[in-house]
């Protein structure tokens, strides 16, 4: 009998196409657009170091030709001068801030985690309502949130702008969907070691999605950051730094350089802040990934 020949069987290796013009194109629209982004940061920089003479030149220029600090020094006498402390106003903000942003991340990390992996009546029309909420403008709720502020006698307080930043429903939506991800069987097993739902909470889920609650906090400190309080506070003690900077550039031609490095101050610590968070989220999620 004569033997067959054996089919070779050949493994061809999928290859991308590349082509050298798509590439091309692509990193060209990148740069165009990373210009668009970048610009407005390098502006802002340029002003706050730009003496008065430049900021008034026309046409005007991006970029500073004889740098100077005296716009920062002028806002420094401004502040000193007014009946309020600077460091006041410091000290409102990071309570305001940081109770807004941390109450937020764990109050919304909580209400998810039952949402995310318990199972009990009306859940899905619960979740329904938190998604139905975030379709709503801040102005709509603007009356509504007042008159329970008013109702709990928390107006003119720190607590009138903290409360509200812990009921956002994005940071329930985001926390929720993150936590359906995790695999059921990581929570079974630390069950049958006799752990409680608080400790399954702290130690197990709040470390697998810190992705999440750190990109939360992110958002909600840009929020908190650029809220002036003046529709709940109305002691100039209680008020925060971003309220006297907003005062500092409705002062006309004489404070535009104080107002320019007013602007960089705002702009600048929001971006800090994000790329410290940023950094971590990167590193997390590059060292995550878990399965069944």
Known sequence: ????????LFH??????????????????????????VLPLVMIINNALKPLDE?????PKIFVRNPTLENFSDLYVLMNDSWVPFSRYILNTIIITGG???????????????????????????????????????????????LIISWLHINNTYLALILPAWSFGMGLYLMKQFMEQL???????????GASEWKIFWTIVMPNVKPAWLTLAIFQFQQMWGNTGSLFLRDEQLKPLQYALQQITAGGVARAGAAAAVTF???????IFFLICQSNVLETMATSGMKD
Not at 183 to 193: N, Q
């Open 265 to 271: 101050i705002i702009a600048a610590v929001p971006i």
């Open 12 to 37: 061809r290796e999928k290859q991308l196409n590349r082509s050298m013009a798509g590439n091309t194109l692509l990193f060209g629209i990148m740069i165009i657009c990373g210009i668009f982004m």
């Open 100 to 146: 807004g942003m941390v109450g937020h991340v764990i109050v919304a990390s909580m209400a998810a985690y039952p949402l995310a992996k318990n199972d009990f009546p009306f859940k899905k029309q619960l979740f329904s309502m938190v998604v139905l909420s975030m379709m709503f403008s801040w102005t709509v709720t603007q009356i509504p949130q007042y």
């Open 1 to 8: 009998m004569e033997k067959k020949p054996k089919k070779r």
């Open 183 to 193: 695999p059921d069987s990581l929570m079974e097993s630390a069950r049958l070691d």
């Open 55 to 59: 900021l008034y030149q026309y046409p």
